[in-house]
């Protein structure tokens, strides 16, 4: 059977519906950078999930091919991710979207090296006929955070938001928004098949505890 990060590592993945303290590892993913609502049709954020997938899946893939990738097992490709962010707000304003900075990013096992995700860019684009230039691999140590599974529409997530913020003022931390520490979301659903209303996003905010 496939290993599944969502299933291997829930304290992760599966949050519950109320605000919990976790300390996040440091991961490695595929990762493309933008600016913009990522509503816009045919924008950047579109095209940047497309080239995360195509580079995602050749790597899972991998295995068919000729390329041989030390350590490899077979894997489930781990949900899509996002870090937002608007230059000089602490946290998101949900109301401007079109002042979005983003990382959007897929996570990688840890067998997947530079040298193996180079080879995966350059592969995806040529067989899929995709720029794929724009794809980084990107390590990132989040360390200290506070989480919780959002269930609903995205742009209801201010109410869940102000439940995390009330839990850390009432156990003794604050949220540690800065270079590299941004507003997080993992998307369990995929919005072209559920409801807004059934939509689960995990919702991630740096913190640190109150001295």
Known sequence: MAFDFKKEYKEFY???????????????YVAVRGKGNPNEEGGAYK?????????????????????????FFEYVVPPLEGFWWQDGRCGVDYSRKEDFNWISLIR???FVTKENFDWAVKTASRKKKLDCS????LT?????CVQIMHTGS???????????????????????F??????HEIYLSDPRKNSADKLKTVIRHPVRKIK
């Not at 599966?14 to 490695?28: A, S």
């Not at 724009?134 to 691999?137: G, I, N, Q, R, S």
Request: hydrophobic share 35%; no cysteine; glycine share 8%.
């Open 134 to 137: 724009a794809a980084e691999y």
């Open 108 to 110: 990688l096992p840890d």
């Open 154 to 176: 995205y742009d209801d997530e201010p109410a869940t938001i102000a439940l995390m913020d009330s839990f850390l003022a009432q156990n003794g931390y604050e949220n540690d």
């Open 47 to 71: 095209e940047a999930i497309g080239v995360l997938y195509a580079v995602s899946y050749t790597l899972k893939m991998s295995y068919k091919s000729d390329y041989r990738i030390d350590g």
């Open 178 to 183: 800065g270079k590299n520490r941004f507003h």
């Open 14 to 28: 599966l949050p519950k519906g109320k605000p919990e303290i976790v300390d996040v590892p440091r991961m490695n």
């Open 140 to 144: 990132v140590d989040e360390g200290l």
